[in-house]
């Protein structure tokens, strides 16, 4: 089993329209999660991160689910600007390096007009 | 505020050729990462430093190698460029500790023939 698992999609969703995705992980001792965006040919940029008792930013919130494994990223009123590949950053602790960090490998969206 | 900038951003170079990627940052981060991303692969880290004069190897270290003389640069060095070597390379920074965010550069497309 991969350590970070997403649904590349596509997601093709109407603008307007509320959408969600979900990541898992395998690791029971991953301390931190995150969620990027990365636009076509552009780099990952920090979206929101996750906390234990959910995270909410504007139309954007994100969940975590301990006894089942995974973070979710839910989009409200969906904007055709909101196009992207999402990815998961899964951070296993312990450590202060980056050895025990893992991204997804994105969920593709695509909100169509 | 410049953040992380990565010279250069496009490059293309030949079969055994060598060339040094630079990243800079000056948020004054402790850790400094390189990634690569290919189609399909999502990011996979290369090498990091987890603080001025330190590195370590990542998930897909050989044909590379790095240095970190000043806190605020991380080099990634390709002596013998290979094809299985072109790729978009990035390079991202982070302050010391678990819980936080990267930033990344905007990327170097390297295409080796």
């Known amino acids: 089993r991969k350590e970070v698992e997403q649904d590349p999609g596509p997601f093709n969703v109407p603008e307007g329209a509320t959408v969600a995705f979900n990541c898992t992980y395998s690791?029971?001792?991953?301390?931190?999660f995150f969620w990027y965006r990365q636009d076509c040919r552009k780099e990952p940029k920090l979206l929101m991160s996750?906390?234990?008792s959910g995270n909410e930013d504007g139309r954007f919130t994100a969940q975590l689910n301990r006894a089942s494994q995974y973070i979710s990223l839910l989009i409200r009123d969906s904007k055709l600007s909101d196009s992207a590949t999402y990815l998961c950053v899964v951070i296993v602790g312990g450590g202060g390096g980056a050895d025990g960090l893992t991204f997804g490998k994105g969920t593709h969206l695509i909100i169509q007009p | 505020n410049a953040g992380v900038t990565q010279t250069p951003k496009f490059r293309v170079l030949k079969t055994g050729q060598s060339m040094t990627l630079l990243c800079a940052q000056d948020?004054?981060?402790?850790?400094m990462y390189w990634y690569r991303q290919d189609p399909g692969m999502g990011l996979r880290l290369i090498h990091y430093?987890?603080?001025?004069?330190?590195?370590a190897k990542g998930e897909v270290p050989d044909g590379y190698n790095v240095s970190r003389l000043k806190k605020q640069n991380f080099l990634l060095g390709l002596e013998s460029a290979a094809p299985s070597q072109t790729s978009v390379y990035f390079c991202?920074?982070?302050?010391?500790?678990?819980?936080?965010?990267?930033?990344f550069g905007s990327g170097t497309r390297l295409t080796v023939v």
């Open positions: 996750v906390y234990s």
């Open positions: 948020m004054n981060h402790e850790y």
């Open positions: 430093s987890v603080g001025e004069g330190t590195t």
């Open positions: 690791n029971s001792a991953s301390q931190s």
């Open positions: 991202a920074s982070s302050p010391k500790g678990l819980g936080y965010g990267y930033t």
